[in-house]
């Protein structure tokens, strides 16, 4: 039983939980834990229970409230919505003669244009009345249970009169793309536990992720079952007051204030200018700081200030006159997917990858991307000659995020044979895994690069290419090989002189004194990393030692579960690795165990962003070596964000982590981290 409560006190605690809403959704600023907030939550919701008859409509727990809709009620706009005129980016002087020209001497604002959904909401009596789409601008459909889900919607504001005002409803990036996570995670583990009786069709319908962010809005929104709409990550931000009883406002900076006022969500970022010449100062701050957003844009808006002015200019059929849509570069497009390719891992396995009709993005030309896995294809719904959504936001890797609904080609079929040694493929899902581990050409070379990379034997200038050449002309059949190479046997290989072919010999005996911790993780055992491979050499400290270990004892050491175990169990006790081991002994390669306590790359977990030039490896390199790690790559910083690699030339994202207070890696830093 409750202690005695009365109605007084319900009352004060609804707007106690109010007040917290609003300092969390709205401002951005909680004052509370979210522990502490749902103990408030928890017994708001006892009380209710207890004494129904006090709810309150606006009270915090009555935002899911409404039952799933037979279809949507039309919804007739008092006042059409039109559409925007637009500058494009590269034609920004138009703005002079669509709007400057015209309107001497006012005042414009400037603001982010949401790239969302547009929505209208009429408040009365201090209540939300009414919620609806934009639709065509005359009509929208009635989605007032679904908006009121949103927390940042107040359900009641401080203006008693009757007001209409504009927001847009949208994703937050990181909800979209924790949506989107969650729903493979959950994919992949039905799959799992169903094996071979898994329904992919069915579980595609079930595991559906959001394709692109603005389509994604309109879909969270118009769920006819308002209890779904409350599980998608959406916000909504608010820039007009079309209406207001009294025609107390006559400009669009006293509209902001009272949107302020009454507790709707505003950005930031909202600036008065005078001059063209400020204008393109602004935009330029504006272009500046779209990647950093939680919340995807597509330009901004220029207004003129004063109402009289506005109505002075008036309207064309389509467009009010006072109003343009600065029109930033697409950062997304939508192209077929023309074929998908399957190139073989170290490990065996089979990325997909998708090959696009090339786009330009920002200057760059894109013609392929990763599909990642089959579960990313499934619930991504990416079909061959179907359409993709291709995204290059900021200086992140092209990624497709997913079909276009409606513009489906045919399934992509997965090969069933290795495209490399013709061995029949087995599913682990997510993946398509070669097991012809030894024999296996594509993995073989792989398997060479992975032990020549940087975090383990670290030879310069042993690339993919090189590998391949080597082996084309049967130099490097096997690791051992490396260490038979002759200069001259390499100067005859295509694009090698004779200093770097010495310059490659000498990078590959400089390996032969290497630590023995980094020669463990270069003999490429499935599973083990640079973490992994510092504790084994921990308790082993060399070669003799370790192959000697029983299963038992592997599963001692930290951090190494019985999967793990396995893999290092078969692999010592495989006579074709412990021969492998031997050669190369043989061929003097000599590794030291340091006594220096090794550690954990402390990585585990970890979420990092990376920008800026690197200079000693690319992008993927990194990413590959963070997840290597244990840790996560993310594009856009937020305050989860662990760390931020940086090189030079880093602009933006560096702003924002030391503003977040994120810790700043340099390349260096950042490798001697895990090393
Ligand atoms: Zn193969």
Redesign the pocket.
Known sequence: MLKEVSLLDYMVLVEKVKAYDYRYYTLDKPVISDKEYDKHYASLREIEEQYPEWILSDSPTQRVGGDKLPFFETFVHPRPLLSQDKVQFDEVEELKTKLLDKTEGEEYTMEWKYDGLTIDLHYNEGHLVSGATRGNGIEGELVTEQLKTIKSIPLTIAYKGKVEVQAEAYLTIDGFERYNEQQIERLNEEVNLLGENANLKRLQEKYKTIANTRNGAAGSVRQLDPKETAKRPLDAYFYNVRFIEDDSIRKQTEAREFLIENGFKVTKDFYVVKTYEEILEKLEYFEEHRSELNFDVDGVIISVNDFAAREKLGYTSKHPKYSIAYKFEAVEDITPLIEVTWP?GRT?RHTPLGWIEPVEIGGTRIAKATLNNLAYILANNITLEGKVYIKRAGDVIPNISGGVEGSEGTAIIPPTH??????KLETEWPFLV?K?HD?????QIQKWIYYGSRAAMNITGFSKATAEKLNDAGLLNSLPDLYKLQKEDVMMLEGFGEKSSQNLLDAIKKTKKCEWHRFLMALGINTTGTGTAKRIAKTYSNWDEFKLATYEELLSIEDVGPKTAKVLYEWINDPLNQALVEELFSLGVTPIHTDSEPKGSGLEGKKFVITGKLEQGSRDYYKKLIEDNGGKVSGSISKNTDYLLAGSEAGSKLAKAKALEVEILTEEEFLSKIN
């Not at 290795?418 to 061995?423: A, D, E, R």
């Not at 024999?439 to 993995?443: D, E, G, N, V």
């Open positions: 073989v065996g290795c495209t490399s040694c013709g061995s070669c012809n024999k296996c050409p594509a993995q």
